[in-house]
């Protein structure tokens, strides 16, 4: 006779970025191995795939974060810790005073963390008079396929793959129509100012953000830095 299987309580959330509702139960210590390792190895890489594998498994196989917007798959995670091992994470920061290698503890009450920013009620931008295009918001999939070397290049991928549609007035072009010599070429025809037209509209959707106070441990500075991006609360 084995022994009993543990049954283990279920949440659910709302994604914010989607609007879906979602439920979830806590990770296994076996699951949170896994996590610990791919931090422990700091390949992004590595850390991403982790966090993927364990979002669908918590979930029963009902969320592939590859489909998420990364806002969502952020949030997500966040919920999934917090029920997992606690509200609360520590982290250590470095201090910003010039000069200075110290650094700081910080608490942070993952409760706390909310997406700032929202959905755009329309992906629809015009960068001329007469021609205009359709965006996507990227998803967790099509981000973590992204091989720049470069902000810059990064910045042209995530374009890229996330044009739908351009237009004029007379003719709508689908993007998934045309060659990738084609987008990249309307791209590079652009000015900075409509490429950075579009840059806002990426720049504008929804980021979980938590702002933290910390003293240095080295030189007494009180220090304040807004924590952005999944790794951040890791």
């Known amino acids: 006779m084995g022994l009993p299987i543990q049954a283990t309580p279920k ?41 993927k594998d364990l979002i669908e498994s918590v979930t029963d196989g009902k969320v592939n974060a590859d ?22 994470a520590q982290i250590v920061l470095p201090c910003e005073q010039e000069g200075c290698s110290g650094s700081g503890d910080v608490t942070v009450n993952l409760e706390k963390v909310a997406p700032q920013g929202k959905m755009p009620d329309d992906a629809t931008i015009m960068i001329t008079d007469t021609v205009g295009v359709k965006l996507s918001i990227p998803s967790v999939g099509v981000l973590s ?6 902000p810059e290049e990064q910045a042209i991928e995530v374009l890229k793959k996330s044009l739908l549609q351009v237009f004029d007035e007379d003719s709508v072009y689908h993007c998934n129509e ?27 959707l929804p980021r979980l953000v938590y702002d933290a106070k910390y003293k240095c441990e080295s030189c ?12 951040s609360f890791f």
């Open 11 to 51: 949440y659910t959330t709302m994604l914010p970025a989607s609007g879906r509702e979602v439920e979830y139960r806590p990770f296994l210590v076996k699951e949170q191995k896994i996590l610990v390792l791919a931090r422990e190895s700091e390949d992004s890489n590595q850390i991403m795939k982790a966090i």
């Open 67 to 88: 489909d998420l917007p990364m806002v969502d798959m952020e949030w997500l995670f966040l919920k999934i810790r917090s029920v997992s091992v606690g509200e609360t």
């Open 145 to 150: 396929n992204i091989k720049a070397t470069t």
């Open 178 to 204: 045309l060659s990738d010599d084609e987008i990249t070429d309307f791209i590079e025809g652009m000015t900075f100012g409509q490429l950075q037209t579009l840059g806002e509209f990426f720049d504008d």
């Open 220 to 231: 007494g500075t009180v220090n304040e830095k807004s924590l952005e991006g999944l790794q």
